[in-house]
């Protein structure tokens, strides 16, 4: 009986991964704002929502730079 091998653990993205993933975040959310510009309730609080996984994302970069801050010599 063999046990099962476990799968290889995902590399973590690098930063740069993380600012491309924020930049899509940014150009998903052009479309509603205009239409929660425009007065359309619903499109603006999509656009909230879209705000804070920007901001959750804004803040993942954040703690990313620091840390290869603090491991580079």
Do not use: C, F
């Not at 993205?13 to 959310?29: G, S």
């Not at 920007?54 to 801050?69: D, F, G, M, P, Y």
């Amino acid at each position: 009986m063999t046990m099962p091998s476990s799968p290889a653990p995902t590399p973590s993205p690098t930063p740069a991964d993380e600012y491309e993933k924020l930049k899509q975040l940014v150009a998903e959310v052009e479309g509603d704002y205009q239409k929660a510009i425009g007065g359309n309730k619903a499109a603006g609080t999509r656009v909230r929502k879209q705000m804070q996984e920007i901001r959750s994302q804004a803040q993942t970069i954040r703690v990313k730079i620091l840390e290869a801050r603090s491991t580079t010599p």
